[in-house]
């Protein structure tokens, strides 16, 4: 598969994630800088985590404005994945590519640890390889990622199974002591109604090898490559 | 001419910067305190003197980017 990552100023995660999906995974991955204007031919676009535009007015308010992201609009509109890790999650939250908003962690600080989630619908191309209630512990490393959106907005990605990942314990019981940021309803991650785009502030990069302490992230991963292997054969 | 654009939290979201400074301002003695709402707060210069083109464009760029309107409310004033 070709997946192109996406580099703002201030990106830090987009070579961790062109490293895991070129020599763990074995794709093509290749990065894309803000001011590039076309994709070329992609498969998936991930949009990394980092800190784009120093976090300036509001984490990924000025990223969303950039060539790149009309690109990546055009993109998905046309059903095209799109997955936004961290600070990507942000962008695309700001976008319009996914409902809500992220902002500052309800007790402040800076949380960085591996935190345990629970997969909901199994039904998207970012959860196809994880059965409903699969565990995975992936680290998290953010200050502003709880979730928020309004009751409505809530109800309606709910009844819509679009709440794919919910902080819990390591039972898999969504308590608000595993909840690291105040999101609501334990929010870690969520697609777009058409389930073709995804964001999460936990790192599946981050977690994609034994030696970096677990691979859970790859489930992610693979799901995706799988769901597009899946849609090229039919 | 000049814009001046604040951006603040809307009611529903949750504030934790405003919680921890209201709790500060209890401890060093502020009584009476009931809310404490922190947002931004922008200055733009502006050129020409169309006070209400000014506002019109104003408004549109805090609603487009200044501020998120899922999490912020925003006025404009301009002088």
């Not at chain 1, 908003?101 to 039904?123: H, M, Q, S, Y």
């Not at chain 1, 991650?189 to 302490?213: D, T, Y």
Request: with cysteine.
């Amino acid at each position: 598969m070709n997946f192109s990552v996406l580099q703002f100023p201030g990106s830090n995660c987009d070579q961790d994630c062109v490293h895991v999906l070129k020599n763990v995974l074995g794709h093509n991955a290749r990065l894309l800088w803000h001011k590039d204007t076309s994709l070329g031919d992609t498969d998936a676009v991930i949009v990394p985590g980092g800190f784009s535009y120093g976090d300036y007015l509001r984490t990924g308010a000025i990223a969303r404005y950039s060539n790149i992201m009309a690109a990546v609009k055009q993109f998905a509109d046309r059903g095209g994945l799109v997955l936004g890790i961290c600070n990507g999650f942000q962008i695309l939250c700001e976008a319009g590519l996914l409902p809500g908003a992220l902002i500052r962690n309800k007790g402040i600080t800076f949380r960085c640890e591996f935190v345990w989630l629970r997969t909901g619908n199994p039904d998207t191309p970012f959860t196809c390889k994880a059965p409903e209630g699969t565990l995975l512990r992936i680290p998290i490393a953010h200050g502003e990622g709880c979730y928020f959106a309004d009751a409505e907005t809530l109800k309606q990605m709910e009844a819509n199974g679009q709440i794919l990942w919910r902080y819990c314990d390591r039972h898999g019981n969504t308590t608000p002591e595993s909840n690291p940021n105040g999101s609501l309803l334990n929010i870690a991650g969520i697609c777009n109604a058409q389930k073709n785009v995804a964001g999460l502030m936990p790192h599946p990069e981050r977690a994609s090898e034994e030696i970096l302490s677990g691979h859970d992230g790859r489930i992610l991963l693979e799901s995706m490559v799988q769901f597009l292997e899946n849609r090229k054969r039919s | 001419m000049k814009a001046k654009i604040t951006v603040t939290p809307k009611k529903a979201v949750l504030d934790p910067q405003g919680k921890t400074v209201q709790t500060a301002l209890e401890h060093i003695g502020f009584t009476g305190i009931k809310d404490v709402r922190i947002g931004k707060y922008i200055e733009i210069e502006l050129e020409g003197t169309d006070r209400e083109a000014a506002l019109k464009s104003i408004s549109q760029a805090s609603h487009k980017i200044l501020s998120n309107p899922v999490i912020e409310d925003y006025s404009v004033e301009i002088e």
